[in-house]
T-cell receptor, first 111, second 112 residues
Framework: KQEVTQIPAALSVPEGENLVLNCSFT??????LQWFRQDPGKGLTSLLL?????REQTSGRLNASLDKSSGRSTLYIAASQPGDSATYLC??????????FGEGTQLTVNP | DAGITQSPRHKVTETGTPVTLRCHQT?????MYWYRQDPGHGLRLIHY???????DKGEVSDGYSVSRSKTEDFLLTLESATSSQTSVYFC???????????FGQGTRLTVV
């Protein structure tokens, strides 16, 4: 059974800081890994998708990396802003096309 | 937003009553998923579908059933609602390996 862990569970940083969110998974037989953002009371918004054959993906101030063999992914956020405050979730697509989620990292960026 | 709509958005129901939640997509994606989200548990997969009339159980399927009679619609039924099924339910769609998954806005269900 695939298990996904996100560390830390919560993070509070001052505005402008660069930060890294971590995601690890137990079964490396994945098709892809996806990072999402969730604002309170809202649905999930897709941020980045990394295919199993890729090492990283970038979108604006976000950069996600994937090391499939070690079961790890990181989401790097550059020059954080208060508007980045949200919960960040990673999910892996594995066997049977099941999408398995971590519990998320709750990020607060203080002005 | 991806073309995915959940209905209703909010529902209060009584213990023991059946409840059906609907997920409708306009993207023609093959895969559709139902999750529940609870504090301390994150998102947990209830059931998913990999095509019309093709469904499989997730990790928390007890007390739930699903149906998919056409590509666009994936229904989640709580056969006899219990208070432990009070949760926020999310539907997701995806094309399978190599494609992004997209989520609906969620349905907040309260069982009293």
């Amino acid at each position: 059974k695939q298990e996904v862990t996100q560390i830390p569970a919560a993070l509070s940083v001052p505005e402008g800081e660069n930060l890294v969110l971590n995601c690890s998974f137990t079964d490396s037989a994945i098709y892809n890994l996806q990072w999402f953002r969730q604002d309170p009371g809202k649905g999930l918004t897709s941020l980045l998708l990394i295919q199993s054959s890729q090492r990283e993906q970038t979108s604006g101030r976000l950069n996600a990396s994937l090391d499939k063999s070690s079961g790890r992914s990181t989401l790097y956020i550059a020059a954080s802003q208060p508007g980045d405050s949200a919960t960040y979730l990673c999910a892996v697509l594995g066997g049977g096309s099941r999408l398995t989620f971590g519990e998320g990292t709750q990020l607060t960026v203080n002005p | 937003d991806a073309g995915i709509t959940q209905s209703p958005r909010h529902k209060v129901t009584e213990t023991g009553t059946p409840v059906t939640l609907r997920c409708h997509q306009t993207e023609n994606h093959r895969y559709m998923y139902w999750y529940r989200q609870d504090p301390g548990h994150g998102l947990r997969l209830i059931h998913y579908s990999y095509g019309v009339k093709d469904t499989d159980k997730g990790e928390v399927s007890d007390g739930y059933s699903v149906s998919r009679s056409k590509t666009e619609d994936f229904l989640l039924t709580l056969e006899s609602a219990t208070s432990s099924q009070t949760s926020v339910y999310f539907c997701a769609i995806g094309g399978g390996a190599g494609t992004e998954a997209f989520f609906g806005q969620g349905t907040r269900l309260t069982v009293v």
